[in-house]
C-alpha cells in the first residue's frame, strides 16, 4: 500500500446520512455452492427490496469478473483477491447506506472472516447467508453445464468437485435450497433484517 496517502473524511457521517435516507447500509453476503441459488435469491430480493423503497444493488460473481475482476483467474489466490476486492467494494456500497447484495461462492471462511471484520471496523452490518444444496442436488440443476465439465477434467480448481467449499460454520441465515424455494428465501431474510432494524 502507498504510504503517502492521507483518507479524507468526508462532510457527512454515517449517521446523518442513514436519517437522510430512511435507512441503514448492510452487506447482505450469499455463500454456497456453484447453482445452489445465490443469484435467484439476490435477484428477487433485491426487487423485493427496492418494491419496499430500500436503495438495494446486488454485485454478482460472474458479472464482476466481466469488469473489476477481468484481470483474475480461479486458482486459490485469485479467488482470495477476488473476495478481498469484493468485501471492500460491498463495505462501500454498506457505507453510503444501501443493501449490499453480495452473490459469490466465496468457498474459504478465511476470506468471508476478512470481508465480516471489514464491515465490524467500519461499523457496518454484515449478514452472511449460507445458500446450502446438497452436492447431487446442484450437480443435477447445473445450469451452465459447469459440474459436467470439472468432472470430464475440462475445468480445473472448481469448487466442490477438484477444489474445496468450506460451509458456514454460523450463518446469521440458513437458506436449505433443496427444502425452500425462492419466494420462501427471501420472506426469510426479510424478516431477519427487519427484525434487526435493518431495513
Known amino acids: 500500500m502507498a504510504t503517502n496517502i492521507v483518507f479524507h473524511p468526508g462532510s457527512v457521517n454515517a449517521e446523518e446520512r442513514g436519517q437522510l435516507l430512511g435507512q441503514k447500509g448492510v452487506t447482505v453476503w450469499f455463500t454456497g455452492l456453484s447453482a445452489s441459488g445465490k443469484s435467484t435469491i439476490a435477484c428477487a430480493l433485491e426487487q423485493h427490496l427496492l418494491h419496499l423503497h430500500k436503495f438495494a444493488y446486488r454485485l454478482d460473481g460472474d458479472n464482476v469478473r466481466f469488469g473489476l475482476n477481468k484481470d483474475l483467474g ?85 469448487t466442490g468437485i477438484s477444489a474445496p467449499y468450506e460451509a458456514p460454520e454460523s450463518p446469521e441465515v440458513h437458506i436449505k435450497t433443496d427444502e425452500c424455494d425462492v419466494t420462501e428465501a427471501v420472506k426469510r431474510i426479510t424478516e431477519y433484517l427487519s427484525q434487526r432494524g435493518l431495513i
Open 74 to 158: 480461479f486458482d486459490e489466490k485469485s479467488r482470495n483477491e477476488n473476495i478481498r476486492r469484493i468485501g471492500e467494494v460491498s463495505k462501500l456500497f454498506a457505507d453510503a447506506s444501501a443493501v449490499a447484495l453480495t452473490a459469490f461462492i466465496s468457498p474459504y471462511r478465511a476470506d468471508r472472516a476478512v470481508a465480516r471484520t471489514l464491515h465490524e471496523q467500519a461499523g457496518l452490518a454484515f449478514v452472511e447467508v449460507f445458500v446450502d444444496a446438497p452436492l447431487n442436488v446442484v450437480e443435477q440443476r447445473d445450469p451452465k453445464g459447469l459440474y459436467k465439465k470439472a468432472r470430464a477434467g475440462e475445468i480445473k480448481d472448481f
